[in-house]
């Protein structure tokens, strides 16, 4: 058990693809967890094995409205993070990053407790500078496709170091790269799962635009744990602090790697890139190194087969 003492914890967006590992890791390490969600692109069955569990909580609620509970620690999760969904409402998608983000700090606030905040690599938008460092103030469109994203968690940064300056708030704030892994939605468009479910169907993989752009993908369990020690550092430190795998690679060469490992023989076939799609991105970790001592110790085959075996449980239950 990391940590000795019990406390309760909010986790909004609970029921999401990293909602639900945090979840699961908070209760593992013996704290009370109360997960919030309005199910917008998160599901009952990601935390279904959770229900059960004495020490955890299901609310269904939208951050963008107030809430009143009691808790020691929040990490503010909600919000869709795939550009299909947050592209879906983006008027919803910006209220729910500033709107909640005000709701969670004035919960924080009232209660004298502890807050993270899921930012995102976005922040840097098409990024200028390569690998990309928490000083970079980023290169980003505030009027295009995906601004209302990007830009909405920009704003939740402002609000979070803001309520830290006017309130003394203790806020913690976590950059996050490309992650993947396990409870990643089939249809959300994102890259690792389309490849994955396309190579395990036989459909075509699609790879938008000419397949150079880079990305870098850190498994999530690597990335709870960077939660975890961020929550756990002083007070003093605050991030923003990138938390994501350094290894970059191609889309074609994430294609090939996935057709390989799944033995598939679906062939590529090239689509459109989407506007402001980012040519590359890769975070630079030495903060987190130094300050959490964190690092993703997940190789990517492994993450990628352990991936690969819960689609393939998941398309075979679906038949
Ligand atoms: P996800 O879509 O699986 O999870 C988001 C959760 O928030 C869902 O359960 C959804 O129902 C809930 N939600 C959305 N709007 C809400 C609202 N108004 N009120 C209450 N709940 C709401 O996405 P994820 O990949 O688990 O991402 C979680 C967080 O991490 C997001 O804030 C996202 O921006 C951030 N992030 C994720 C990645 C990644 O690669 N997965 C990268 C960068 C940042
Ligand atoms: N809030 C909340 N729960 C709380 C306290 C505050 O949801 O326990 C919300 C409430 O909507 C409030 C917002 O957080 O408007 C910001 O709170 P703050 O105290 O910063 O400002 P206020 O608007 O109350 O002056
Ligand atoms: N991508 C792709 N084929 C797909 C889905 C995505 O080539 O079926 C590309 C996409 O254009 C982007 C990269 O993969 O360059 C990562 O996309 P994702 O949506 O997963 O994340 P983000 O763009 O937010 O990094």
């Known amino acids: 058990m990391r940590d000795l ?9 609970g029921a999401g693809f990293l909602g639900s590992h945090l979840c699961e890791q908070l209760i593992g ?17 990601n935390i279904i094995h959770l229900m059960e569990n004495p020490r955890f909580e ?8 107030p809430l009143y509970v009691e808790v020691d620690e929040i990490y503010n999760l909600a ?12 008027v ?13 700090l004035g919960l924080a606030k009232r209660l004298g407790a502890k807050i993270m905040q899921a930012s995102t690599s976005e922040v840097y938008g ?11 103030w980023g290169h980003v469109n505030p009027i295009g496709y995906r601004s209302c994203y990007d830009e909405g968690k920009r704003c939740a940064e402002t609000l979070f170091f803001d309520y830290r300056r006017q309130h003394d708030i203790r806020i913690k704030v976590a950059r996050i790269f490309n992650t993947y892994g396990p409870r990643m939605h089939p249809n959300d468009g994102r890259v690792v799962s389309n490849f994955i479910v396309q190579a395990l169907t036989g459909q075509p993989i699609t790879i938008y635009g000419d397949g ?14 960077g939660f975890l020690r961020l929550m756990d550092s002083p007070d003093e430190f605050t991030g923003p ?43 630079d970790i030495s903060l987190a190194s130094t300050e959490l001592g964190w690092q993703p110790r997940t190789d990517r085959r492994e993450g990628l087969g352990k991936t690969i075996a819960y689609f393939d449980n998941l398309l075979t239950r679906q038949g």
């Open 5 to 13: 003492i019990r406390k309760q914890v909010l986790v909004t967006g």
């Open 126 to 136: 098409d990024p200028q500078v390569h690998p990309q460092t928490e000083d970079y």
């Open 29 to 45: 390490n013996g704290h009370d967890v109360l997960c919030l969600d309005n199910f917008f692109t998160g599901t009952r069955d």
């Open 79 to 90: 919000c869709p993070a795939s550009p299909i969904h947050y592209q879906h409402d983006p």
């Open 92 to 104: 919803q998608t910006t209220k729910t990053s500033v709107h909640g983000a005000i709701n969670v």
């Open 241 to 283: 602090v990138n938390i994501g795998n350094p290894v970059d690679l191609t889309m074609i060469e994430l294609a090939e790697e996935i057709l390989a490992l799944t033995g598939s023989e679906s062939r590529i076939k090239y689509e459109p890139l989407p506007t402001d799609d980012p040519v590359q991105r890769k975070p």
């Open 212 to 225: 150079s752009q880079t990305r870098s993908f850190c498994y999530v369990d690597d990335l709870v744990d």
């Open 58 to 65: 299901l609310m269904r609620h939208d951050i963008t409205f």
